[in-house]
């Protein structure tokens, strides 16, 4: 790890913060979709279950492309974005964080939603019943009983978002220090003469964040397990 070079840490770095505010900005969301799936049945339900998990089955090229036509400079909502607030998301890390938090949703909304549906409807009845409010029902019963599952899938997103590639090169192209992250850097140092083993370390890098990512979602998951079943 000492062989890192500074351009390396700054790829390094940027997927990480990357990956940590698309999961962080994800999650509330997340959280709300999972909990609206496992608890209301209405009209258009299956479509919008295909809808979150769109993103894990279209070419990620094909997001991206969608991303940059509806958030770039002169995009359908990027446009006015620009225009009236300021905000610009292509070709900037806040844009690679957009695409990074909505290919890894369906990784994160759908362990929160086993959780979920997972947890006793007879406790937040009793609550309801004890006269607690449905968000304090949510709030003090649902969320705590599926915190782990919450946890397991906030770990993959972010697992997920770190590996992205095809979205956030599309939509923020590959820009040194500002969208670089892992997946770019390498995808750069395998063009280029003699960077066979700067990218390897990168590939080394990536499996560890990944493999630790990984381990932690299934610790969360086997413990959500056992709390359902009072083990």
């Not at 409807?121 to 009793?126: D, I």
């Not at 063009?191 to 066979?196: A, H, L, M, V």
């Not at 493999?211 to 709390?227: D, K, P, Q, V, Y």
Request: aromatic share 8%; with cysteine.
């Amino acid at each position: 790890m000492s062989e890192i070079s500074p351009t390396e840490w700054t790829a390094i770095l940027l997927s990480l913060r990357v990956a940590v505010v698309a999961t962080l900005v994800a999650t509330p969301a997340g959280i709300a979709v999972a909990w609206l799936l496992a608890r209301r049945d209405f009209w258009g339900k299956p479509l919008v279950d295909a809808l979150i998990h769109l993103p894990l089955v279209l070419p990620p090229v094909v997001t991206g492309y969608l991303l940059l036509l509806t958030f770039g400079r002169r995009g359908l909502i990027g446009a006015w974005l620009a225009d009236h607030l300021g905000i610009v998301f292509a070709f900037r890390w806040t844009g690679a964080a957009l695409a990074c938090g909505i290919m890894s949703f369906p990784l994160l909304v759908r362990p929160i939603r086993l959780s979920i549906e997972a947890v006793d409807l007879r406790l937040e009845q009793a609550a309801s019943t004890l006269g607690a409010a449905p968000w304090r029902v949510f709030a003090s019963v649902t969320l705590p009983l599926a915190l782990p599952g919450v946890l397991a899938g906030m770990v993959l997103g972010f697992a997920k978002a770190i590996g992205e590639f095809g979205a956030t090169i599309t939509f923020v192209s590959n820009i040194p220090g500002e969208t670089q992250t892992i997946s770019s850097a390498i995808y750069s140092l395998i063009q280029t003469p003699d960077g066979d083993a700067a990218a390897l370390r990168l590939v080394v890098v990536s499996i560890l964040i990944a493999m630790g990512a990984l381990i932690a979602s299934e610790f969360f998951a086997r413990r959500a397990t056992r709390r359902l079943h009072g083990s």
